[in-house]
Structure formats: C-alpha cells, structure tokens
C-alpha cells in the first residue's frame, strides 16, 4: 500500500505515483517532498496548506474505485456482513457485478468471492477495480447467472440484479443448507416477488432498510446533516434449510 495525504478538514489525496508531483485545489505537493515524508509527517503545499502524510488503507482505494452500475452502499453492506456472519472461512458468490463494489469489499473479509456478471463492459469495470485493489480471491466470470453459477456449497449467494426472484432456483443448487440467499433490490414489488417465489427449502428471515442519519458536530452546534436520506436497496434474507 502507498501514501495518503490528508488535510485538516479530511479531504484525501492517495498517491498513485510516487515520481509525480500533485495537484489540488489546496496547491501542489511535490513529489521530493512526499518521498521524504514518514507516516505522521507534516507536508505543504506550495499555497502553504498543511497536508499529513499517512499510509493507504484499503478503504482508501476503495473510495476510489471506477463505478460503472449503480453499487451498494457501505451501509448496507454492513447488513449483509452482520446478518450472513460471513468473514474469513467464508465462500460467497454474487451476482449480479456491476461495479464490484459488494464483491471487492467481500473479498476483502472473506476466503472466495465468485462473482457474475453479464454486461461485458460491466466486467471489464470490475476486473480493473479488482487489480487496482489488488484482490486475489476474487474469481469474475462474465457469465448470465440465470444459466446457474459453477460452484456448490456456498455460505451465501447474494442478488442484485432486477428479477432476483428468477434466480432462486440456481442459488439453491449451489448453496450448502445453512446458507444465506440474500437479494438486494431497491422496490418493494421487488421484494414482494422475491419473497413469494422462495420455496420450501428456503426459511424466509426478514426484509429490511438501513437508514443511515449522519449528524453535523460544530461546538455547539449538534444536530442532524440538513441534506435528505436518499434511499438505495431493501435487503432481504432467507436461508436454505434443505
Ligand atoms: N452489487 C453491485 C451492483 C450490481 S448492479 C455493486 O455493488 O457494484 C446489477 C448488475 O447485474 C448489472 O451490472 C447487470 O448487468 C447485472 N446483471 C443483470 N442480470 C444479470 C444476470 N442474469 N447475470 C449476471 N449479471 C446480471
């Protein structure tokens, strides 16, 4: 991992190439100046903006990421994480893609990550997000999953994709029983379909939304961010029990 550099109001600059110079809005950092510089180290700006220099985690790529379909959020997929139990002994596939957002994440917590998408522009999105987080548990397939995924016993298969009902029958097969079928879908007729077309092999466990406030702290001034809660996807679980 390289160098983050990181102003007093927390806006970040990730150096990508450590020969280059930098250019912000706060000024240019130059690249002498950032090769010297140690972990906790204060660097200007030629505009004499104070930058301190730390090392990338992982969540710092990420934010970087290319996005070419509309990914979950973070929030969400906390929920995904929390309510499956999954980390680092787990196998999970997705689909479908998209960004790879969800799937690079996973793959960062769990053992494998298969994922399926069917846009081959969509994939070749994913296969540079995963090399740019340099991710090798992560197996990408530009596959139609609706045909089935190649894998068997999977802790969890999770769908994001518009008729994830469609796919109940293929996650089945290559789920192991205990494991989690979750579909994310940003309508309730989504949901609606989903949850009645699951079977009997599968134990419905709950639908939900994550709402995430986030709060303005200034002295005294406390009190929730102005700006609106925009919604994104409807989670629901069940799990394969036989
Ligand atoms: N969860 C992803 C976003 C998924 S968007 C992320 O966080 O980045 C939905 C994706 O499903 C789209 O890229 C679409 O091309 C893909 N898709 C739709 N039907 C599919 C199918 N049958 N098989 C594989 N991928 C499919």
Redesign the pocket.
Known sequence: MGKILITGNNKKFIVKDIDKDIHTNFGMISSEDIKKAAPGDIIKSNKGIEFSVSESLFIDMYAKIKRG????PQKDIGLIITEAGLGKDSVVIE????????GCFLAKICKEVYS????ED?YKIVQKNISFLELDNIILKN????LGFDETNADAVIL???DPWELIDVSKKSLKVGGFLISYSPTIPQVMDFVDKLDESFVYIKTSEIIERNWEVNKRKVRPKSQAIGHSGFLSFARRIK
């Open positions: 379909a509309q990914i979950i689909a479908g893609a998209g960004s790879g957002a969800l399926y998408e069917i846009r969509f596959k139609d999953a609706k994001d994709l518009s």
